[in-house]
């Protein structure tokens, strides 16, 4: 996923059991976009690992270190 263009890092957390939360930063809102459909290609291959559909957000940085 590194080699999506302007992505600038990618996070997952396990955020309760059975549960983890990932996210991921982008350089442009426009790169965010474009990269949509790839994630979406590769999110589908880790759908045997799901118990249920992935629910996606996106928002604007607050901050970033």
Same mark, same amino acid.
């Given at each position: @996923? @590194? +080699?999506?263009?302007?992505?600038? +890092? ?11 939360? +990932? ?12 990269? +949509? ?5 590769? @999110? ?20 970033? @270190?």
């Amino acid at each position: @996923m @590194m +080699s999506l263009p302007g992505i600038q +890092s990618i996070c997952t957390i396990v955020t309760g059991e059975g549960e983890i939360t +990932s996210f991921a930063v982008y350089d442009t809102k426009e790169n965010f976009d474009a990269a +949509s459909p790839e994630v979406r290609e590769i @999110m589908g291959g880790f759908a045997a690992y799901f118990t249920a559909p992935p629910v996606s957000k996106e928002g604007p940085t607050v901050f970033y @270190m």
